[in-house]
């Protein structure tokens, strides 16, 4: 099944919230991604550090669809998306060789 990686960067107002709000959003993400999971969709989100490990080089999301539709539906009802606190962008991931990596346990 193919593999999508949706990156994405906080807007400007987004930077302006209180730490506690951005913190808010982001734990509905977490949510949102632990649901995706139980649904049976390989999942991962993370986000980017630079070589002093301080944040903020944006997010990083894995997901594995059937299509990229599919994949674009899931992705927006990100709760980050939803209320529009994000830039975002998904693309399909094609390997070098060709090969499509198997995840275990998911029903995709």
């Given at each position: 099944m193919p593999i999508f990686i949706?990156?994405?960067k906080f807007?400007?107002?987004?930077?302006?919230?209180?730490?506690?709000?951005?913190?808010?959003f982001l734990l509905m993400h977490k949510e949102w991604v632990k649901k995706i999971s139980q649904l049976g969709h390989y999942i991962h989100s993370g986000?980017?550090?630079?070589?002093?490990?301080?944040?903020?080089g944006g997010g990083l999301l894995i997901l594995?669809?059937?299509d990229y539709l599919t994949a674009?539906?899931?992705?927006?009802?990100?709760?980050?998306?939803?209320?529009?606190?994000v830039i975002w962008?998904?693309?399909e991931w094609?390997?070098?060789d060709g090969s499509q990596p198997k995840f275990s346990?998911?029903?995709g």
């Open positions: 949706k990156t994405e807007k400007k107002e987004t930077l302006e919230l209180s730490n506690s709000e951005r913190k808010n986000y980017l550090i630079n070589e002093k490990k301080i944040p903020g594995e669809a059937k674009k539906k899931i992705i927006e009802n990100d709760p980050m998306i939803k209320n529009n606190l962008d998904l693309q094609i390997s070098v346990n998911h029903l």
